[in-house]
C-alpha cells in the first residue's frame, strides 16, 4: 500500500520559515517525479513545485521562485519542501503527489497523479 506522509506544517508569522517533509513507502520512490501543491479555502488546488526522479530538474510556480525549494533523498524515501519569506497568501494544505507522469506533477490542479498524501496545513499570521 502507497503512503505518502506529510510534516512540518504549523503557524509562522509573515516573513517566516518552514520545512516540509513529505515520506514515501509502498512505491519504488526512486523512479517517481515527486511535487507540492496547495490548496486555500476556497480556492482551486494549485501546483506548487515539482522535482524530478533523480533531482535533476526542478520547477515552480511564479509565486513561490526565489522563495521555496524543493529537494528530495532517494535514500530516506522523502521530498522536502523548504519555505522561506512566507507571506499570508501561502497560507493552504499543503498536499505532496507521486507520478511517473512529470507534466502531471508539475500542472495545476494535478488531475491524473498516481498518489496524494493528505496534507499539512500551514498557516501564515500577518
Known amino acids: 500500500q502507497v503512503q505518502l506522509v506529510e510534516s512540518g506544517g504549523g503557524l509562522v508569522q509573515t516573513g517566516g520559515s518552514l520545512r516540509l517533509s513529505c515520506a514515501a513507502s509502498?512505491?519504488?520512490?526512486?523512479?517517481?517525479?515527486m511535487g507540492w501543491f496547495r490548496q486555500a479555502p476556497g480556492k482551486e488546488r494549485e501546483f506548487v513545485a515539482a522535482?524530478?526522479?533523480?533531482?535533476?530538474?526542478?520547477y515552480y510556480v511564479d509565486s513561490v521562485k526565489g522563495r521555496f525549494t524543493i529537494s528530495r533523498d532517494n535514500a530516506k524515501n522523502t521530498v522536502y519542501l523548504q519555505m522561506n519569506s512566507l507571506k499570508p497568501e501561502d497560507t493552504a494544505v499543503y498536499y505532496c503527489?507521486?507520478?511517473?507522469?512529470?507534466?502531471?506533477?508539475?500542472?495545476?490542479?494535478?488531475?491524473?497523479?498516481?498518489?496524494w498524501g493528505k496534507g499539512t496545513l500551514v498557516t501564515v499570521s500577518s
Open positions: 503527489a507521486a507520478d511517473r507522469n512529470i507534466m502531471h506533477i508539475r500542472t495545476t490542479p494535478g488531475d491524473g497523479i498516481n498518489y
Open positions: 522535482i524530478t526522479w533523480t533531482g535533476g530538474r526542478t
Open positions: 509502498g512505491l519504488p520512490f526512486s523512479t517517481y517525479h
